[in-house]
């Protein structure tokens, strides 16, 4: 590449760069900025009344008078001391509905058939969970019956093990 008259080589422990002279400009400080004041008035104007006060009747009437675009509306349950979701639509549906719903486990047969292929590898759950990436707790809740079948978990216990597992449910 080519240097400008401005640049010379500087050599540096045996390598060799481009410097530059500092540039013939110098930013602007101070009072020599020359810039202008804006010296516009600032007028304050009062807001109207808030809240309670400017849903009085007197208000509504004043604005109406001016030739304001005024909307009153009854708010539905207003000033009570009431959720908005107090009144279910479907509260009998709900009433009459006893159903108990409830994830998935596993079954009583995965659970047994892992217990049995983690003891015939002589694991301890620690163990099993430390080879397939997951915590204790998980190879508890499936030895368990409480887990909920993940399959990727599943596909886990089987290469650790070496075994097929029954379905989980």
């Known amino acids: 590449f080519w240097l400008k008259p401005s640049e010379r080589t500087v050599p540096i422990r045996g390598l060799s760069f481009a410097a530059t002279t500092p540039p013939d400009f110098v930013m602007p400080s101070g009072p020599s900025l020359q810039a202008t004041q804006d010296w516009a008035p ?5 807001t109207g009344p808030k809240g309670k006060a400017s849903k009085s ?3 509504v009437n004043a604005a109406r008078r001016s030739g304001a675009a005024v909307e009153t509306e009854k708010k539905h349950g ?14 009998k549906k709900l009433d009459e509905n006893t159903e108990t719903f409830r994830h998935d486990t596993v079954s009583h047969d995965f ?14 759950q620690a163990a099993l969970a430390t080879a397939i990436n997951e915590k204790g707790t998980v190879i508890n809740e499936y030895e ?16 650790a093990l070496g075994v097929r597992l029954p379905k989980a449910k």
């Open 111 to 124: 659970k047994m058939a892992l217990q049995q292929a983690r003891l015939a590898k002589k694991m301890s």
């Open 42 to 46: 600032v007028v304050w104007t009062k």
């Open 144 to 159: 368990s019956g409480k887990a909920i079948p993940n399959g990727a978990i599943i596909n886990k216990l089987n290469r």
């Open 57 to 59: 009747s007197s208000e």
């Open 78 to 91: 207003g000033g009570a001391n009431q959720s908005a979701h107090s009144q279910v639509p479907n509260a």
